[in-house]
């Protein structure tokens, strides 16, 4: 199995919303990861959880909110966005095997729509 | 500077040729890792191939190989008897020593015509 999931697959929120978009893998993986993904970029690193820890927030505004309730389920709670901040936002989780190869699985995103 | 460079924005291959597509990388850790992802217009990102710095053989999964040149820090993926299905946004990407942050490449279009 490596298939990691995501849900919604499409929000549309007001400004004034409070919504959450949700993650989660049954893979093992000890690191989980949000990306933000314009039209036509590379995926943006937004957050990383290493063992259930926060490890890097890349200097992401406090209106997105992470949270790691465990090993397998990751959630970003979004309050108060802005338009500029619609975007696909992908979901991954990597792991090291037995011979030091790395696979880093995203799930299938959520496009998210801010008004 | 930047840490992921792929120089072709856009590229035109005729199916069933083989398409060759440019990563360098720029690194002072002695350890990294490469990783190259398709990501087709639906949106979802899909883990092709890795290879490790200390890894002495070319990574191959399938129809994609990667061709690691440690000297001029080149990751080029090459996918052989292209298939109109691999028609899509390529990412080349690094993680350095044991970072948790994966480095991200602007990414080429592939198109292959039929």
């Known amino acids: 199995d490596t298939e990691v999931t995501q849900t919604p697959k499409h929000l549309v929120m007001g400004m004034t919303n409070k919504k959450s978009l949700k993650c989660e893998q049954h893979m093992g993986h000890r690191a989980m990861y949000w990306y933000k993904q314009k039209a036509k970029k590379p995926p943006e690193l937004m957050f990383v959880?290493?063992?259930?820890?926060?490890?890097i927030n890349e200097s992401v505004p406090s209106r997105f909110s992470p949270e790691c309730p465990n090993s397998s389920l990751l959630n970003l709670h979004l309050h108060a966005l802005q338009p500029e901040d619609s975007a696909l936002y992908l979901c991954?989780?990597?792991?090291?095997?037995?011979?030091?190869?790395?696979?880093?699985?995203f799930g299938p995103g959520t496009r998210l729509l801010v008004l | 500077a930047q840490k992921i460079t792929q120089t072709q924005p856009g590229m035109f291959v005729q199916e069933k040729e083989a398409v060759t597509l440019d990563c360098t990388y720029d690194t002072s850790d002695q350890s990294y890792g490469l990783f190259w992802y398709k990501q087709p217009s639906s949106g979802e990102m899909i883990f092709l191939i890795y290879?490790?710095?200390?890894?002495?053989q070319n990574a191959t999964e399938g129809r994609y190989s990667l061709n690691f040149q440690k000297a001029r820090k080149s990751a080029n993926l090459v996918i052989s008897a292209s298939q109109l299905g691999d028609s899509a946004m390529y990412f080349c990407a690094m993680r350095e020593g044991q970072d948790d942050k994966i480095i991200f490449g602007k990414g080429t279009r592939l198109h292959i015509l039929p």
């Open positions: 991954a989780s990597s792991q090291w095997d037995s011979s030091h190869q790395e696979t880093q699985y």
């Open positions: 959880y290493s063992y259930e820890k926060l490890s």
């Open positions: 290879q490790g710095s200390y890894d002495e």
